[in-house]
């Protein structure tokens, strides 16, 4: 597709007179396409747990095979972001589940013919899991050039609304689908992605601005991304952040499979127990505006810190399937209120040139831990409990959020930089 640029007198008036986001058909049909393929992603995400302790009876492999799903983060990550930044986003979207779809159709045809094996999992997990980053990175880049620039956190904290509902329908849907037949999560999963694609065909606005300068070398491209982040003393401090809170909780659905065999809920309870987390999430969504509106980012970022280190432990208080489904809930009231912060931050300071690769390079050190953090929830589980597992993982997250209190006087000096 061609990329074209509009005229600086129409652009301008856009800028004045913003067009309102419910008026906007391109950002409705990017957020409602998104909106279904993640509820299917999100069943596919507790159900891949739970097939695996079907098959295998164990979270150590559980959690091993999942984290050979992540590794792709840490091998495709970079130039994935550098190559979103040359090739035309939509493509890249449409290309990705396209193929993902296939992926997931044959898992469900190897679960009906009674053919599935474990390499089979890992690589489509594999397969998906590098898809979804390329398809990922050039969601989040295409977002600003579909909104005018000062309703980017409104249409951020629109879309995490979107994300966080899918985060209760479909971890809600998930076990029921299972347990009447462990292919139609697969099936559900693969049509979503589908009509995701068909959606993106009905955006006519380009997901790019036009590049000033041919791409040099992928390397090059790769290495200004890396030290243009690591020279903005914000954005390198979120990520590095972000970093601290993701990798303790990278195997949290793992914990929570567990918990809910010891307490022998059923499939039913289960499905209320993953959905009590999008409605948290739902609800950190709708205040996250207003709550950085009213005490700003350096009392926001540090207090979000604080609630997320300290809300880990209401899964120890958990000892009954109400009591883990109240704390996942409440556990992710802070989960978009946090993210979205950093977002609209460093969506409103990254230059539209380099967004797919900010955007790598922080994701790639911010969840870069989840292969080995996947690996070590797992083997903790096996050997020391869930309990304990829990107990052992809230140590990091405490001495982060200690450790972000020397660093307010830093954020109120950005904070005051971003105001100019």
């Given amino acids: 597709m061609s990329i074209v640029s509009q005229p600086p007198d129409t652009q301008l008036a856009k800028d004045h007179k913003p067009k309102a986001l419910w008026r906007n058909p391109g950002f409705l049909i990017l957020i409602g396409g998104q909106g279904i393929s993640l509820t299917g992603t999100q069943i596919t995400q507790v159900t891949l747990p739970l097939l695996l302790l079907a098959l295998t009876n164990s979270p150590a492999i559980a959690g091993l ?7 792709s983060l840490l091998l495709f990550c970079l130039p994935a972001g550098a190559l979103v930044d040359r090739w035309d986003r939509k493509k890249v979207m449409i290309i990705c589940d396209s193929v993902s779809t296939l992926g997931l159709a044959s ?14 999992i890992a690589l489509v997990a594999f397969c998906n899991e590098s898809l979804g980053i390329f398809f990922s990175l050039a969601n989040t880049s295409a977002l600003p050039a579909v909104v ?30 299972f347990s009447l037949g462990r292919a139609i999560p697969f099936i559900a999963d693969a049509i979503s992605t589908a ?36 020279q903005h003393r914000l954005i390198r401090f979120l990520a590095l952040l972000t970093f601290g809170l993701m990798a303790p909780c990278s195997g949290y659905l793992l914990i929570i499979d567990v918990m809910a065999q010891q307490m022998h809920a059923s499939n039913a309870a289960l499905s209320l127990i993953l959905a009590s987390g999008g409605l948290g999430s739902i609800v950190g969504a709708l205040l996250a ?62 230059p539209d040139h380099l967004r797919g690769r900010i955007n790598a ?50 954020l109120r000096q950005m904070e005051k930089t971003l105001a100019v």
């Fill in 65 to 71: 095979v999942t984290a050979i799903g992540s590794l």
């Fill in 107 to 120: 898992l469900a045809v190897a679960l009906l013919f009674n053919q599935l094996t474990l390499v089979h």
């Fill in 148 to 177: 005018n620039r000062r309703q980017i956190p409104q249409a951020l904290s629109i879309n995490e609304t979107i994300t966080s509902s899918a985060a209760t329908v479909g971890p809600a849907l998930g076990p029921v689908l």
């Fill in 195 to 230: 009509l995701s694609v068909c959606s993106l065909f009905f955006i006519r606005t380009q997901f790019q601005q036009e590049r000033e300068a041919p791409p040099g070398a992928l390397w090059h491209d790769i290495w200004e991304g890396m030290n243009w982040l690591w």
């Fill in 289 to 350: 505006g207003p709550l950085y509106r009213a005490f700003g980012l350096t009392h926001m970022i540090v207090g979000s810190v604080w609630v997320w280190a300290l809300s880990w432990l209401l899964f120890a208080l958990a000892h009954n399937p109400f009591m883990l489904g109240v704390a996942n809930s409440l556990g992710f009231v802070i989960v978009p209120i946090y993210m979205v912060q950093q977002l609209s931050v460093r969506t409103a300071l990254t």
């Fill in 361 to 410: 390079v922080f994701r790639l050190i911010a969840f870069g831990s989840q292969p080995i953090g996947l690996a070590i929830n797992g083997l903790m589980l096996q050997y020391a409990g869930p309990y304990a597992t829990i107990a052992l993982l809230f140590i990091p997250q405490i001495i982060l959020a200690i450790c972000v209190l020397f660093q307010i006087k830093f």
